[in-house]
């Protein structure tokens, strides 16, 4: 493990255009410069470097970022293999951080597991390739299921003979420890005390990580034995090194294609993937008949947000792999399903068609899950109303885990064209589902700190004053009346600075951008501006409290503020990214030498370095701001000041959205004949003028009537 240290003197001394000019001829445009870029088929120069700023970004594709993750784009590496690679070309030491005694156990551990597997890889292959049993058997039934030497060679296929202990007795005589060979789960141990190989008289699929080692194994009984036998494959046990929920088959050989075409193809089984990249179609990856995991999708999602769900010809297969789905869309994947003819899998599929025939198909059926599921449940209900209602509660459960508001507002839409019904009955569906669902993510939370899910624990005093705000989440509708915004002065000029003003990496944050109108995009505009403050100010000091347990003066760091004001109220940031930025900033700030700047600005996943970096960068910031020719202190030191104003801002544009909502329903027909419905609302609505004056008064700003 690199120590924070060594990652500091990588970053300080990383120079992006020092880096990117080992691939790409730059030239010089005004401050910046410009090249081709690696990453699409460029032909006109799109790819910019900044010096200033350390980051380069192409304005076609949208790819770049810091040196880091330009190595990690180009050179296809994780983060510490990115870190190792640059420190390399900059003659820095890599310190790992010293670890414990029984760190260095579990490391030599898993060096010692890996080891084993690699040997076993190899004696795999030589046993298929080099002995008379394996051409007669293993390499014969590839070539009889259709697969060319080349494809055979790539996924490293291999064989293990009929024997009942040959390789335990191979590992044995290589000199490789017997703890480990059966940690790995290549062999198995009786209770009589009997060593026995796991995989004999199989045929070897090895399973490597995203960086090529191999981490376990899966094993098929050949043809000829498949009569009677339930399970057909065996995989390696849950070890040290592997991990069936997070591993991904041919991820190794496909992240390239995948990054290459912006696009993942998901299937079943090794041999479905096999197929798929003999016949030119090489960004597949397998779940290798597990459920889909998140660590899986997260895997799928490091490399693109495009996924094609590929299945038998059977709905029946769709219906069971429903969570996996729901689970997809809740990560902000673009999912669409691919159905194969009755009877057919990807591999049978392949065998019948050519490789033009084939990726011609893939690209014509590929259908919105959303629309698939809609239409294949609405055939199921035939007019049933009891069915028909299931159906909706089905597709409201998917709708409702989509986390990009305008993504979900169009599958809405879509959806209530579909089904013949008001748009308004199924947003309100998803709103409830979604309540709901942060209940619970609530209680959870409350579960997870040791307190009651009913009795949240009050957050600390804090120095300001802030008003109560009870807000829902609701899912957003662009409003009929335009109404007035009430925006600070001193906001409203870095919202207006934040839209207006041309940028490197542009609006990086995707959710944070302007591409929303209304409140929606207020909300979303005042939230990323506590974000910005999180970016670049979570660790630092900002005021003493009073510690509640022991009545003491302790420190509160401006991260902390943030969480506890909207913890207050109840309140979750409605950006996953934005979420995300504040809870890894809440797990790291008080780790000495920790900076959320450097931290989210090198941060592995790109878009929140990206994001990071917009808000790091931003040419107009609060230091900036002028008030009557006079420049106003810096913004370090004004944070006691600008956090509770711009939480209170963040609160008065949700409070004044959900007063836009509160109206938009009293206008419905429905609303009006609904009395009982009408005067709840009506006092919701008086409820929340209330909190809107008192919000609006502690802005400074004039009080609506």
Not at 541 to 567: A, H, K, T, W
């Amino acid at each position: 493990m690199i120590d924070r240290l060594t990652i500091d003197r990588i970053l300080d001394a990383a120079n992006i255009v020092d880096v990117v000019s080992d691939f790409v001829t730059l030239k010089r445009a005004g401050a910046n410069l410009k090249g081709l870029c690696p990453f699409h088929d460029d032909r006109t120069p799109s790819f910019m470097v900044s010096p200033s700023k350390n980051i380069c970004k192409c304005f076609a594709c949208g790819k770049g970022g810091t040196p880091v993750h330009f190595i990690m784009e180009h050179e296809q590496l994780s983060y510490p293999d990115a870190l190792r690679y640059l420190a390399k070309k900059y003659h820095i030491e890599v310190k790992e951080r010293e670890q414990t005694d029984e760190e260095k156990a579990e490391q030599s551990e898993r060096e010692s597991m890996f080891a084993v597997n690699e040997w076993a890889n190899t004696w795999f292959q030589q046993q298929m390739n080099d002995t008379v049993d394996g051409r007669a058997i293993g390499l014969a039934y590839f070539r009889q299921r259709g697969f060319r030497d080349d494809i055979i060679k790539k996924f490293q296929l291999g064989f293990c003979p009929d024997k009942f202990d040959a390789q335990w007795q191979a590992a044995k005589a290589e000199g490789y420890n017997e703890e480990y060979i059966l940690k790995t789960g290549l062999c198995i141990r009786n209770e009589q005390g009997k060593t026995y190989d796991r995989f004999r008289n199989r045929v070897i699929f090895p399973i490597h990580t995203i960086s090529g080692k191999v981490v376990g194994f899966g094993g098929r009984v050949l043809d000829s034995r498949t009569k009677g036998v339930q399970v057909k494959y065996q995989n390696s046990p849950e070890s040290a090194i592997y991990s069936k929920k997070r591993e991904l088959y041919g991820l190794y050989q496909a992240k390239q294609a995948i990054v290459k075409n912006e696009l993942c193809y998901l299937v079943e089984g090794y041999t479905d993937v096999m197929a798929m990249h003999q016949q030119g179609v090489e960004n597949v990856v397998a779940s290798s008949g597990t459920a889909l995991t998140e660590d899986q999708i997260r895997a799928i999602h490091r490399f693109t947000e495009n996924i094609v769900v590929i299945y038998d010809g059977d709905a029946a297969g769709i219906k069971a792999s429903q969570r996996g789905i729901d689970m997809l869309l809740a990560e902000g994947m673009n999912v669409k399903l691919l159905l194969l003819p009755d009877g057919e899998d990807p591999d049978s599929f392949a065998r019948k068609h050519t490789a033009t025939e084939y990726q011609e198909y893939l690209r014509v059926h590929q259908v919105d899950f959303i629309q698939f599921k809609t239409n294949l449940l609405l055939q199921e209900a035939q007019n049933d109303p009891i069915k028909l209602s299931r159906l909706v509660n089905n597709i409201v459960q998917s709708l409702a885990v989509i986390p990009d508001d305008i993504t979900r507002t169009f599958y809405i839409k879509e959806t209530a064209l579909t089904l013949e019904m008001e748009e308004r009955l199924i947003t309100s569906a998803v709103a409830k589902v979604m309540k709901q669902q942060r209940e619970e993510r609530r209680k959870q939370r409350e579960r997870e700190k040791g307190g009651s899910p009913d009795s949240p624990d009050s957050p600390p005093a804090l120095p300001v004053r802030e008003g109560a705000v009870t807000t829902e989440n609701e899912v957003s509708q662009p409003s009929e009346q335009p109404g007035e915004d009430v925006i600070s002065p001193e906001i409203e000029k870095i919202i207006a600075s934040r839209q207006t003003t041309p940028s490197l990496i542009g609006t990086a944050g995707g959710e944070s951008g302007g591409r929303k109108s209304g409140e929606s995009a207020r909300i979303l505009q005042t939230e990323a501006l506590l974000v910005q403050m999180i970016v670049r100010h979570g660790e630092k000091f900002l005021c003493d409290v009073e510690d509640e347990e022991s009545g003491e003066q302790r420190p509160m760091m401006v991260v902390e503020y943030i969480q506890y004001s909207l913890e207050s109220d109840d309140i979750q940031l409605r950006s996953t990214l934005h979420q995300r930025i504040l809870e890894e900033a809440l797990q790291h700030y008080r780790e000495e030498g920790f900076r959320c700047d450097r931290y989210f600005q090198n941060h592995p996943d790109i878009a929140v370095a990206n994001l990071a970096n917009e808000l790091a960068h931003d040419p107009e910031t609060l230091s900036k701001i002028h008030n009557k020719g006079i420049t106003v202190k810096p913004e370090e030191e004004r944070l006691v000041e600008l956090l509770p104003h711009l939480m209170t801002d963040y609160k008065l544009a949700i409070v004044d959205d959900s007063l836009r909502q509160i109206m938009l329903e009293m206008r419905q027909p429905e609303t009006i004949a609904d009395k009982q419905r009408s005067l709840e609302l009506m006092q919701n609505y008086q409820d929340m003028k209330s909190i809107q004056k008192e919000l609006s008064r502690q802005c400074g700003d004039r009080v609506i009537n």
